[in-house]
Nanobody
Framework: QVQLAESGGGLVQAGGSLRLSCVAT????????MAWYRQAPGKERELVAH???????NYADSVKGRFTISRGNGKDTVYLQMNSLKSEDTAIYYC?????????WGLGTQVIVSS
């Protein structure tokens, strides 16, 4: 059974940085897509960034140049380095793993950016 566990959220002032981590256990696929999504209060969940098994990345326009997604050496760990945070980045951030037609989600970690 695949499980995803996020960590690293918290309260930070605008302009600050946070690093989110996500560890996937129970995943044995060599090729998968790992991603970070976020959901702000009253809004739909949106894609923040994703990374393929070979390291190809894609970012939402709103975070380009500020956020960086990367994988750990074990490939089933994904990070999101968030710099120059803005109040509009406040949301619950969810880790996602997609492989072989299935999607798996973590429970989320909250990020609050105070202005």
């Amino acid at each position: 059974q695949v499980q995803l566990a996020e960590s690293g959220g918290g309260l930070v002032q605008a302009g600050g940085s946070l690093r989110l981590s996500c560890v996937a256990t129970g995943s044995w696929w060599r090729n998968n897509l790992m991603a970070w999504y976020r959901q702000a209060p009253g809004k739909e969940r949106e894609l923040v960034a994703h990374i393929t098994s070979d390291g190809t990345t894609n970012y939402a326009d709103s975070v380009k140049g500020r956020f960086t997604i990367s994988r750990g050496n074990g490939k089933d760990t994904v990070y999101l380095q968030m710099n120059s945070l803005k109040s509009e980045d406040t949301a619950i951030y969810y880790c996602n793993l997609a492989a072989h037609g299935s999607n798996y989600w973590g429970l989320g970690t909250q990020v609050i950016v105070s202005s």
